[in-house]
């Protein structure tokens, strides 16, 4: 597109102010507003033209298999993010087919896997709360000796 700054677009107004004259300013810049979006209106249609013809003769395909060999980088992550949404997905396939189960039930292997997940959280929570409860009763204890240190140093001041 064109690169121009406020500083030229002034010295151009300034010009065109000069050469067509006040009065008919307002109709030139309508005219160059019109013609400046039929210009946009044929690069429009001229770009759609050409990604319908890139569509039909089939160089988008082409282009997407050049830039999966060129980026096998790419197309490698791909795969990797295909197997682990695979080793994720909660609920995978039967591997015997033939019985009548739950659909919602998990194979044995996860099923066991998912109890000593649970049994490992249950843990940690239970530690973390005979931990929440020993700080809380350290500070108990800390507030008390406190208080009392404050009660004996009023007695001492009212003595006084």
């Known amino acids: 597109m064109l690169d121009l700054g406020w ?3 002034l ?4 010009v065109a102010l000069i050469v067509v004259g006040p009065k008919d300013l307002p109709v030139l810049f309508r005219n160059v507003g019109r013609f400046m ?17 890139a569509d039909e003769s089939g160089v988008r395909d082409v282009a997407k298999t050049f830039k999966t060999a060129t980026n096998p980088m790419g197309s490698a992550m791909d795969g990797v993010k295909d197997a ?29 896997a998912k109890k000593r997940i649970e049994a490992s959280a249950a843990r940690s929570a239970a530690d973390r709360q005979r931990r929440e409860a020993e700080a ?14 404050l009660e004996a140093s009023l007695k001492k001041d009212g003595e006084e």
């Open 84 to 112: 682990a949404r695979a080793m994720t997905d909660p609920t995978p396939e039967k591997k015997k087919e033939g019985l009548k189960e739950d659909p919602n039930a998990l194979d044995p292997e996860r099923e066991a």
């Open 136 to 149: 809380a009763q350290k500070r108990a204890e800390e507030s008390a000796a406190k208080a009392a240190e």
């Open 37 to 53: 979006g039929k210009a946009r209106g044929m690069a429009r249609e001229f770009t759609r033209a050409m990604n319908d013809a």
């Open 7 to 9: 500083s030229e677009l």
């Open 11 to 14: 010295v151009i107004g300034i």
